[in-house]
């Protein structure tokens, strides 16, 4: 089993990536024979604003822009994700919800565990991509780890409360039960 932690913003001094980080140390110490878990950064990808004439899930992973096509291949690869989301405005980060639209049966039928962190947790964010994601059949593992902006993250970096390492392992530890019994293959 193959789970992609999605560090899921884009911009310059992200918090994303010292979340995936830190989401991935615990990964790691959860991880045994047969799972595995890899951080793939969404900056890394330059994807274009999806602005084409065929929706994705009728290209059959055929896609003209390279950026678009590596997106695809490494997403496809996944049984399933955590979504390191951050709240944008009450809502989902938009090169997120970019990156999510610009493919379709890469994210059918897997499973998918959130960590928000915003003003209030993320969890609007977390709402909305539970709506977002069930278009793709996607099962949502329900709990997750919600991190405080302003308690959390300062001048000094990212520094979570101390129950969150308890929180991470029990989201971590729901994914990869749910996709064992899901039984998900990568590249459906």
């Known amino acids: 089993m193959k789970i992609g932690i999605i560090s899921g913003s884009i911009r310059q001094g992200r918090n994303s990536a010292h979340v995936a980080r830190w989401v991935k140390d615990h990964a790691d ?12 950064a969404l900056a890394d990808y330059d994807l274009p604003l999806f602005d084409g004439a065929v929706l994705p899930a009728m290209m059959n992973k055929q896609y003209d822009n390279p ?3 590596a997106w695809s ?3 496809d690869s996944f049984d399933a994700y955590v979504f ?7 809502g989902v980060p938009g090169a997120l919800k970019n990156a999510v639209d610009s493919l379709g049966p890469e994210w059918t039928d897997k499973v998918v565990a959130f960590v928000s962190y915003g003003a209030d947790g993320g969890v609007r964010a977390v709402e909305q991509w539970r709506q977002i994601l069930a278009n793709f059949n996607i099962y949502a593992i329900r709990s997750t780890v919600a991190l405080a902006l302003f308690q959390e ?3 000094e970096g990212f520094a979570p409360l101390e129950r969150r390492a308890q929180e991470i392992e029990a989201v971590l530890t729901s994914l990869i039960q749910t996709t064992e019994r899901v039984g998900v293959p990568a590249s459906l």
């Open 67 to 69: 950026a678009v096509a």
């Open 73 to 75: 291949e490494k997403i």
């Open 84 to 90: 390191v989301t951050p709240e944008y405005n009450h």
């Open 29 to 40: 110490a959860l991880a045994s024979d047969g799972v595995e878990f890899e951080l793939v």
């Open 153 to 155: 993250f300062g001048h």
